[in-house]
């Protein structure tokens, strides 16, 4: 009777391993960055039910980025995450089962355009102030505050595209800065609405 | 009529058609504890700790079809029922529970008893909400209700600031909710259920695995229905006992850590495996690579999405209401003039009766010496008839009461698996006792589980509570030992219960009936004596043998057939 089956596998050093490898990828993961959007209802205390889930769940937040829509009853958040593919279902899961979570989707699995927003304080003196008007000017930013020793630039983009002015200037001439976060939206007729 | 806050929500009560109210007075409810004082149709139950509060209204759900309702104040109140709330949460069980709030004014202000209590369960509630103006306590109340039983259950809080229920409003309870960011599914997907027929009706070696989500959707009568249809061997988690009759041959026990040989096998070795309302929690299919190992189908039946696929890769996943979903499945194969193919079908039973008649539950007890803990269980069962209500508490006793007593219908067996919350089996008894009075409710622990709500005795005696306690009392934190004895070389550290009480005479003294039994001869007579008993508690202290333990057993992150079936494996 044995016969028709396999005889049982002994957990074996090797399964154990395998079995704590796929864990460690599980918490750890870092393979896939994903963008997810969703809508929730604007109440006191939605957002910490979001951030919660995450830091509770043991998953990664790069960003987040929430305010009201045109609708001020809901607040829309983008959320830059990243984990594998089990992961980020678990995640748009438990996203969604949260009650005040009206709807999730994941930008990633289309075409969506990322936009994030920079301002940036740089020293401007001496040759650098020249150098940096030029900075801004070749990234497409703008200057929007002027003293005679530092301009505060503004730049909007890819999370890419704003990396790379920061790789581009003199590090020693930025004294501050502060970047807004994602916002993500779908191309073409992709609409997240309720 | 214009009606302060505090009467607003005994009238939503009152509307919900809630019975007993388990609570604790304080400050921060005083205006509602004065309103429940001028009437007589919610019964407040006055527990001696918050968390007692809790587990009773979590047992009184447990044991009937409704909501469990309990009432606490701001601060120390709603922090000593945290771990109520998070043992509700662990095993999705729908409670609502209001707990009072410092004035809105003194929010935010270290006021006296104040704690951001809405903060502190987030993590443990299905849902909860600050109320922040009168006119919204009805809404509130209706949508905790309403959130707390609907899709996957569980406790909802309401936490609501002590100015808020003085102040006046219009009282009108809503009849209906709608919420635009809540719509669980309740119907199944008709091409995955087809799909999942298909499967069953072409297995070899099929298995149900069957879970706490049947006795929470209350479709033990579908899921009998359709094991026997298909003649397929069932087993239970430990949540799921008493979702398929345990005496039935179809039953081939429950399964996991301390599971049935038969149904571990089965789990494993399976073809087709029809999951349903069960979440593949890491106690029932051990090491889930080694799990993985064997190809098999699997179905999943579950009403929360975020259960199918979390641990274990399934192929037919369908999301909806146990019920509906069997009852769709049952159409279907009534509808259809094929069968499970017969021969294959007897080849894989002969198996099941092969690992069977390993007798995986024997155990020896002698006329003289100890008792053993499973004898004292097994006849618990004949005693009742297996018709009794059993609560427990965690540890070596709870799986001795799930494994020794073979419940038959749902709602029987109330115990705590997914947080495992020592403290939880008298209060909860006396939960269940309030919703069934007149049935033989007995709560099965440990010399270290009873000490942790103790005092709430004195509750079983002012609303005359006649449970059967049955402590298992082994002078050990048993499950601990266990451990300690099989992974930490009999190091036993800190496991020892030193300086017991005689617990006999402590239930005595709180006015009950002591029994203490200790030998095997008296354990029969004591309980049958003890069940007579209609109108006392009997508090019946067994002192068992202290070096059993728990078997069959499979050891952390091992596969489920790696089990050690007795002392004589190690
Ligand atoms: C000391 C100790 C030892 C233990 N040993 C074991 C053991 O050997 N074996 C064992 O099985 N467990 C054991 N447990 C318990 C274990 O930890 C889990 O609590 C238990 O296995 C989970 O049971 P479940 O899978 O039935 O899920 P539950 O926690 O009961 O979850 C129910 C599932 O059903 C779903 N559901 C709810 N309502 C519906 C509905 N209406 N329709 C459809 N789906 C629904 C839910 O979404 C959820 O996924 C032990 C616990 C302790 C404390
Ligand atoms: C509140 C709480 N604290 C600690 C534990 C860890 N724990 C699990 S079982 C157990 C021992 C239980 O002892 P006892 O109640 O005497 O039962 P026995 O195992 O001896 O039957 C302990 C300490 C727990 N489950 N709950």
Redesign the pocket.
Known sequence: MTSLLRPPPKSSPELDANWLRELLVIQKNTNMRHVISLLIENEAGALSRVSGLFSARGYNIESLTVAPTEDTSLSRMTIVTSGSDDVVEQITKQLNKLVEVVKVVDLSESAHIERELMLVKVRATGKDREEMKRMAEIFRGRIIDVTDASYVIELTGTQAKLDSFVGAIDSGLILETVRSGICGIGRGDRVLKV | MVITGAEIVIRCLQEEKVDYLFGYPGGAVLYIYDELFKQDKVRHVLVRHEQAAIHAADGYARSTEKVGVALVTSGPGATNAVTGIATAYC??IPLVIISGQVPSAAIGQDAFQEVDTVGITRPCVKHNFLVRDVRDIAETIKKAFYLAKTG??GPVLVDIPKDITAQKCEFAYPETVSMRSYNPVVKGHHGQIKKALQLLLEAKRPMVYA???VV??DAADKLTALVRKLGFPCTN????LGAYPATDRQFVG??????NYEANMGMHYCDVLLAV???F?D??IGNPAHFSSEPRKIIH????PS?ISKRVKVDVPIV????EVLGELLALLDNTAEKPEPQSLGVWWKQIEEWRRRDCLKFNQGEEGLIKPQFVVQKLWEVTGGDAFVTSD??QH??WAAQYYKFDKPRRWVN???L?TMGFGLPAAMGVQLAHPGSPVACITGEGSIQMNIQELSTCKQFRLPIKVILLNNGFLG?VRQWQELFHGNRYSESYMDALPDFSRLAEAYGHVGIKVDKPGDVEGALREAFKQKNDLVFMDFQVDPTENVYPMVKGGQGLTDMILSAEDL
């Open positions: 095993d999705s996957r259950p879970g706490g989500g929470l959707g988690t430990l949540m799921g429950m399964l996991g850590m301390h599971g309302g069960a979440r929690d106690r029932v039946i579950d009403i929360d259960s909806g209401d146990v019920g965690v540890g709870q799986m705590s698996g997914g495992g499950m």
